[in-house]
């Protein structure tokens, strides 16, 4: 608390939402599409078809509106919880592009500020380019404030919870209740090299992989809480979504209509699609799983429902606050509890060294040990 009996938010005087952007009408999907993809070797035809995935939905992505909103809840609790702390939102493909949003938070005289990243993991495309991403644009930006980008919170109860509740709903649009139902649980895949080399060294050079088992820890925790929520034990998997990417390059796998058909042959006829790789319906939720997959679930005779995201569940707002709250005393000095679940322990407040590299080569970045 601080001297007016508010929380202490020091020596933060601001909060940053960073996001990956997404366009707003057809006119923006090309320039976007070029700004996500430049100098990464996606195919010409993949860049087309997700193109056609923005055109289905009139040229708009969902992910600025469900910034927009996070936004407002997170001001309004700020606001019951007498936080005096604004809000600015930057992102990295889109606008409002970061360094535009650091050049108005220099002009508001704003000197350090948390950063909320709506990524929850551990690999280079979920984390470490966020970094790189502000590193460059702190870069071009005169008096630019500082940054604490705060900790993963895949497996804070803020997080976890909503995923429960999703999965209960989603089971009981179910036939019986959803009895029998298999929850599949949902990320995005990424290359096997990025997964193989997301995480950081531990002290003699060995690298534990976080991409994968933080996703089975949430996947496991949230199968375990909806056992003792129904008193039924559901088989759960956790499979991917969205590969791109050349063809030879190995991503992760199984790919989620892939499962679908290896369920259906084995009999399965009830599915939840349990989205946990995304903090809200972003395109991949919309288009990959509400119509792609949806659509293969349907074609196999498997009935499937899609869990909620996170969104703007109070929990999942709270959580974001607590873990400015949480850093905040860390960064006075205080040694504040570090909420998380499952089996794997809190994450670190500054990214390990060499964790998550740029598979392109060494980058700087802001917010970690190596920056
Ligand atoms: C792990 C991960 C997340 C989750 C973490 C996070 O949320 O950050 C994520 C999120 C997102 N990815 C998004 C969009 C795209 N991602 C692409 C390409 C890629 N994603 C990758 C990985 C991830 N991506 C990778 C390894 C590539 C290959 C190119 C590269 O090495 O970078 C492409 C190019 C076309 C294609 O290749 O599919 C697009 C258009 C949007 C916006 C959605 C919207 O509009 O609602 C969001 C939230
Ligand atoms: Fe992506």
């Known amino acids: 608390m601080n001297p007016a009996g508010h929380p202490d938010v020091k020596p933060y005087d601001a909060l940053l939402v960073l996001s990956f952007g997404g366009p707003e009408k057809p006119e923006d999907v090309v320039p976007f599409l070029e700004n996500v993809t430049r100098g990464r070797g996606i195919p010409r035809e993949r860049l087309e078809q997700v193109g056609e995935h923005y055109f289905l939905f ?20 700020f606001a ?7 809000v600015y ?4 493909n889109w606008d409002p592009y970061l360094a535009d949003t650091l050049a108005r938070m220099a002009a508001d005289g704003v000197e350090r500020a948390a950063v909320f990243a709506t990524s929850a993991y551990s690999s280079w495309s979920s984390c470490r380019q966020y970094r790189e991403n502000l590193w460059d644009a702190v870069e071009e930006t005169p008096g ?17 919870e909503p995923a429960v ?18 929850l599949v649980f949902v990320t995005h895949s990424i290359p096997t090299a990025m997964a193989d080399t997301s995480g950081s060294e531990d002290p003699l050079g060995q690298r534990r992989p ?13 199968a375990a809480r909806v056992r003792v ?27 989620v209509n892939d ?37 293969t679930a349907e074609k196999l005779g498997i009935q499937a429902v899609r869990a909620a995201t996170a969104g703007v569940d109070e929990r999942f707002v709270a959580m974001v606050r607590d873990l400015v709250l949480e850093r905040a005393a860390a960064e006075r000095g205080e040694e504040p509890e570090r909420p998380a679940v499952g089996a794997l322990p809190p994450g670190p407040h500054i990214c390990g060294a060499g964790c998550c590299p740029n598979p392109r080569g060494p980058r700087p970045a802001l917010c970690g040990r190596d920056s």
């Not at 009139?58 to 809840?73: C, T, V, Y």
């Not at 939102?89 to 990295?92: A, K, L, V, Y």
């Not at 929520?229 to 790919?255: M, Q």
Request: proline fraction near 7%; charged fraction near 25%; charge should be negative.
């Open 58 to 77: 009139g040229g708009k992505s969902p992910i600025n509106d469900q910034n927009r909103a996070l936004i407002a809840a997170l001001e309004k609790d």
């Open 80 to 86: 019951d919880q007498g936080i005096d702390l604004p």
């Open 89 to 92: 939102f930057g992102n990295r």
């Open 144 to 160: 630019a404030p500082r940054l604490d980008k705060l900790r993963q919170y895949y497996n804070h109860p803020g997080f976890i």
């Open 165 to 182: 509740d999703a999965c209960l709903a989603a089971l009981e649009q179910l036939p019986d209740n959803g009895d029998a139902a298999r």
């Open 210 to 222: 976080a991409y994968v088992p933080q996703h089975r820890s949430v996947a496991d925790e949230v």
């Open 229 to 255: 929520a129904t008193g039924r034990t559901h088989r759960h998997d956790l499979v991917y979504c969205s590969r791109s990417g050349a063809p030879s390059t190995p991503w992760l796998e199984p790919d």
């Open 259 to 295: 499962h679908l058909e290896e369920l259906a042959s084995d009999g399965v006829t009830r599915v939840v699609l349990a989205p946990i790789g995304f903090v809200s319906d972003h395109m991949e939720v919309i288009y990959d799983l509400d119509t792609e997959a949806l659509e």
